[in-house]
């Protein structure tokens, strides 16, 4: 549509700039005919005038000879005199035709011929015998003159109405064609109007249904923030009162233990054990529960976080369980990036102790972290022309089928059972939504009994803007191998 309507205005314009165009063209042309009509008209006078100071020449001659009178030489003297400048007018404005030209040289000889007879006549008094001879001889001469100026005249007079037929014709070829143009212009303006008006009524429309929308999407918050209400709750509920009966559970549970384990026989002692493991058990899935709720949940600002300090800190916690497994730790030089420390804390604790809690029997485990800068290009999902930092732990363990790779970091989704290695199964989805919420991305690379590689990519800021910042899960999702 907004094509249609660009297009229409275009056309528009390109029709008013013909129309300018044409109409200055003929416009020029209607000039130049119309000089042409007036240089017609030029000549024609000129003509008339030539012939009339050929007449006074005659006429005055002709007084001076019959009375005697020096007076009537007067006209013939002031006809010698303008003659000239006449003749010179008339070779100036006829040189645009080449039959007027040759009529013009013809014209000047008669001229000369009849001012020569006439001043022969003067000489000649009117008692002697060549007076008639002269005079028919003038007379010859002047009849002939007239009839070649009659005739200059003539072809003049058909030049000026041929060119008068050309201007208007023209003339009225300039009124057809601005004619056509300013219809076709008003046509195209029409259409071009409404479209733009369909235009108009279609976005009115899409508005409305945007503000339909809006008002959908603010009850929708409202609901959504009043569930965040109740998780809250629920989260300081699980944090306290279900807290509370646990810790009473294992408290009595290890005080009859103590107290009365030589009245127990064995399977006494056992379903007690099963007792207490089971209640910290539950007391440890509740609180990843409550770290994993609380990563989106609560906001914190983004701050310079060396990730040296927080692996180093990792390892310092876990420093016995290292030295009991005899753990071979290759940690390279790490970047210092704009993220939340408690988060980077939970995403790194849960990928170490994953290393060491999967180690291969009979091998000595292996811990390696490396850090490299990358672009956001090397990554689906993330954004192109930003700098990111690709985090690996590595290890040397059981591994895992990569087919498994989309179920490993979604809540309660375990590839062992209970039994063969400790855990809820919250830890990697914890890490998924810690990323999640750094813009970031996870994958991992892996085969059984090869060890296992995760992958963590994290932005070295966070300086985007909200609608620079990608916004579906999916983005963080992990491709299947």
Same mark, same amino acid.
């Given at each position: ?49 030539? /012939?009339?100071?050929? !007449?006074? =020449?005659? +006429?005055?001659? %002709? ?5 005697? @009178?020096?007076?009537?030489? *007067? ?34 000889? /008669?001229?000369?011929? !009849?001012? =020569?007879? +006439?001043?022969? %006549? ?5 008692? @002697?015998?060549?007076?008639? *001879? ?348």
């Amino acid at each position: 549509m907004n094509r249609r309507i660009a297009l229409g205005f275009i056309v528009a314009v390109v029709l008013i700039a013909s129309g300018f165009i044409i109409s200055f063209y003929s416009y020029n042309q209607y000039s130049d005919d119309t000089k042409r009509v007036r240089h017609t008209y030029e000549v024609t006078g000129t003509l008339e005038r030539i /012939l009339s100071s050929v !007449k006074d =020449a005659e +006429t005055g001659s %002709r007084g001076y000879i019959i009375s005697n @009178d020096t007076a009537y030489l *007067a006209p013939y003297k002031l006809a010698l005199s303008l003659l000239p400048e006449q003749i010179n007018q008339l070779r100036i404005l006829g040189n645009d035709n080449r039959v007027q030209i040759q009529r013009r040289v013809i014209l000047e000889q /008669l001229i000369k011929d !009849k001012l =020569a007879i +006439t001043k022969i %006549r003067l000489g000649v008094p009117i008692s @002697d015998k060549r007076n008639q *001879a002269v005079n028919v001889e003038s007379k010859r001469t002047m009849d002939a003159l007239r009839r070649h100026v009659a005739l200059m005249v003539d072809t003049e007079r058909i030049l000026m109405e041929t060119r008068n037929r050309q201007a208007g014709r023209s003339f009225r070829n300039t009124l057809v064609i601005i004619f056509g143009l300013s219809l076709l212009t008003f046509m195209v303006l029409a259409i071009s109007y409404r479209l733009l008006e369909q235009e108009l009524i279609h976005r009115q429309a899409t508005e409305d249904q945007l503000r339909e929308y809006e008002a959908q999407l603010k009850g929708q918050i409202r609901q959504l923030e009043t569930s965040n209400e109740e998780l809250e709750r629920f989260a300081f509920v699980a944090s306290h009162d279900l807290q509370e009966p646990l810790r009473k559970i294992q408290s009595f549970s290890n005080l009859i233990t103590d107290r009365y384990s030589n009245l127990f026989d064995a399977d006494s002692l056992l379903f007690m054990g099963k007792i207490s493991h089971s209640a910290e058990r539950m007391s440890k899935l509740i609180k990843d529960l409550l770290n994993f709720s609380r990563i989106s949940n609560h906001q914190e600002d983004f701050k310079s976080v060396p990730l040296s300090d927080i692996i180093q800190r990792i390892l310092d916690d876990q420093e016995l369980r290292i030295k009991g497994l005899d753990v071979q730790v290759d940690i390279g030089e790490l970047p210092v990036i704009q993220a939340v420390a408690s988060q980077m804390d939970h995403l790194f604790n849960n990928l170490i102790s994953n290393a060491l809690k999967f180690a291969k029997p009979g091998v000595r485990p292996l811990l390696r972290i490396r850090a490299r800068l990358i672009n956001g290009e090397e990554y689906a999902g993330l954004t192109l022309d930003r700098s990111y930092f690709e985090i690996t732990i590595e290890d040397n363990g059981i591994g895992f089928e990569e087919k498994y790779l989309d179920h490993i970091f979604k809540v309660f989704q375990r590839l062992h059972g209970k039994t063969a290695f400790e855990g809820t199964g919250i830890g990697l989805a914890i890490c998924k939504r810690v990323v999640m919420y750094h813009h970031g991305y996870i994958t991992a690379r892996s085969r059984p009994n090869e060890g296992a590689t995760f992958v963590v990519v994290l932005p070295e800021s966070q300086s985007l803007q909200h609608y620079d910042r990608p916004t579906s899960a999916e983005i963080y999702s992990y491709p299947a191998r």
